[in-house]
């Protein structure tokens, strides 16, 4: 079957949520019974966004074969079944490093290269790439309509819809329809600005959805059709909501699904949404709470933490709790804070990170959650600092780093490994600190043996599992024996016994750390087996006092 193509679109302003939209699309969709696909096409420069600082972009997503992606990805896979990977995240500077690279190979054999055609045939080659991957493919463009560097992107999809036809095509375009308190209003101006300035680039859409804090009336939703040439039972509210996973019922209660089908000329069974229906069900009533203080230096944006927030809410669904996340800014942390910050909490969580900012405060977590058996999970750069602070309170080792942090360290527990087997690859990899800083990453799934009895075992109920990877550093081999003889159980060990992945200190209650981000393999449907055990230990400490 040939693929059709939906494009969403955005105007007016940034962060309307076109990745839930398209991910809320996706899931409806699949409801229906077809096969999904979901493309992000990123405006700016930078090849991947590995190297932005989380502030600036929020969290780096990674799929299975080791892309860093954009946090949109992470929607499209917890909302969809899609297998995301390589070739569903592209950027400008990706497109751009492409052309270029072919100019100089000589593959246009001295033409003049411009943006139209050589920038838009190579993002419509990394669209068209998907044809035949599903029955439908989702391409989401960044950013905003009318920003110069979307442009090419948009020239591009304008193109395909006279390459492959109305009944392939979709145009969907979300933007915003704001609600002036004063005056008691909302106001359709800015949507119908938003509509003239793709109609200018030669797109006129399909589909609208109004992003919107009050429900639209039928008097709007018909000014909105006049205005934007847009049929009035496809102009859709995009209404806040509590939860995000509502999101995908809304849309369906409205008709969303079936005016794609009717546009894209389908047939499909209705709609299966038991699923969605149960989850929203057991979110509105949970018969429990659970406090988790997240010590982390990017806690001032949210989106840095995106996965690990949802990944929470996950677990907190299957132990019917609802979570509360205490973000606690480890730069911050001073001596004396710390029983005023923790000591509400119920599970302590310290997440990945780079560099050496806020270290300290995250040791003091660590130590805190060590000694008063308060249940803890340490995730990746959380993983590392265990190991150092155990290496140094509990082995003997006080001047014990990671060489990340002090490179003269005298008992480097975790430094930089320059020669390691990869499982993906199936090569040996080396690296060093003069290798580029993408090149000495460890990215994508990697295989892990669990030792049966132990808490991670317990967890998956299995004992071969695969989880992601994004960090530098590991733990220093040469060390295991002396932090085994002190209480560390190295409870997860790449098949070959080279790389540790999981930890735990058995004299605890619940104290785990795994060098792999768990966060990006969790499902609202299907919670991650550390999240709903970290949750549990939780809700059981809780439960207790």
């Not at 992470?74 to 995301?84: F, I, Q």
């Not at 098949?495 to 795994?514: D, K, M, T, Y």
Request: net charge negative.
């Amino acid at each position: 079957m040939k693929t059709k193509f939906i494009f969403i679109t955005g105007g007016v302003l940034s962060s309307l949520g076109k990745g839930l939209a398209a991910a809320s699309i996706g899931a409806l969709l699949e409801a229906r019974g077809l096969r999904v696909t979901i493309q992000k096409l990123d405006p700016y420069i930078n090849v991947d966004p590995g190297t932005m600082n989380p502030f600036q972009h929020g969290e780096v997503y990674v799929t299975e074969d080791g892309a860093e992606t954009d946090l949109d990805l992470g929607h499209y896979e917890r909302y969809t079944h899609a297998k995301l990977g390589q070739r569903h995240n592209y950027t400008s500077g990706r497109i751009y490093y492409s052309v270029i690279t072919k100019e100089r190979r000589g593959d246009y054999l001295g033409g003049t290269v411009q943006v139209i055609p050589h920038i838009t045939d190579e993002i419509k080659q990394a669209i068209l790439q998907l044809n035949s991957e599903a029955d439908i493919a989702i391409i989401e463009i960044g950013g905003t309509v009318g920003d110069i560097e979307g442009l090419p992107f948009l020239e591009a999809i304008r193109q395909l819809r006279s390459d492959l036809g109305t009944e392939n095509t979709l145009y969907i375009h979300l933007t915003y329809v704001p609600y002036i308190q004063a005056a008691g209003e909302l106001k359709t101006k800015p949507t119908q600005h938003s509509v003239k300035e793709l109609l200018s680039i030669g797109i006129q859409p399909d589909i609208l959805l109004c992003r919107t804090q009050i429900s639209l009336s039928q008097d709007i939703k018909s000014k909105i059709s006049l205005f934007c040439n847009v049929e009035e039972d496809r102009v859709i509210a995009a209404k806040d909501v509590k939860c995000i996973y509502e999101v995908p019922l809304r849309f369906h209660e409205q008709g969303l699904d079936e005016r794609i089908i009717e546009s894209l000329n389908m047939w499909t069974r209705a709609p299966v949404l038991t699923e969605w229906e149960d989850l929203i069900d057991r979110i509105q009533k949970p018969q429990h709470k659970v406090r988790i203080a997240m010590v982390g230096k990017y806690v001032n944006l949210k989106e840095s933490y995106k996965s690990l927030n949802e990944a929470l809410s996950h677990g907190g669904v299957a132990n019917s709790s609802e979570i509360e996340i205490d973000f606690v800014n480890s730069e911050e942390i001073q001596g004396g804070q710390l029983q005023d910050l923790l000591s509400d909490a119920d599970g302590i969580l310290v997440p990945g990170g780079f560099g050496s900012r806020g270290i300290s405060g995250k040791l003091e977590a660590v130590t805190y959650a060590r000694e008063n058996k308060v249940p803890f999970l340490g995730i990746c750069l959380g993983m590392q600092l265990a190991v150092v602070e155990f290496a140094r309170n509990v082995a003997g080792l006080p001047l014990a780093d990671s060489t990340e942090f002090e490179s003269s360290t005298p008992d480097p527990v975790i430094y930089l490994m320059t020669e390691w087997y990869d499982y993906r690859t199936d090569k040996i990899q080396k690296r060093d600190e003069d290798t580029d800083m993408g090149g000495t990453m460890r990215l994508g799934a990697y295989p892990c043996r669990l030792t049966k009895g132990s808490k991670a075992h317990a967890a998956y109920g299995v004992t071969n599992i695969s989880e992601r990877h994004r960090h530098r550093y590991e733990f220093n081999n040469s060390y295991r024996k002396v932090l085994e003889d002190a209480g560390i159980s190295f409870t997860g060990l790449s098949p070959n016994g080279e790389l540790v992945e999981i930890i735990e200190i058995s004299q605890h209650p619940w104290f785990l750390a795994c060098q792999f981000h768990p966060e990006f393999k969790s499902r609202p449907l299907d919670p991650h087996p550390l999240f709903v055990a970290f949750i549990h230990a939780a809700l059981s400490k809780r439960l207790k006092a």
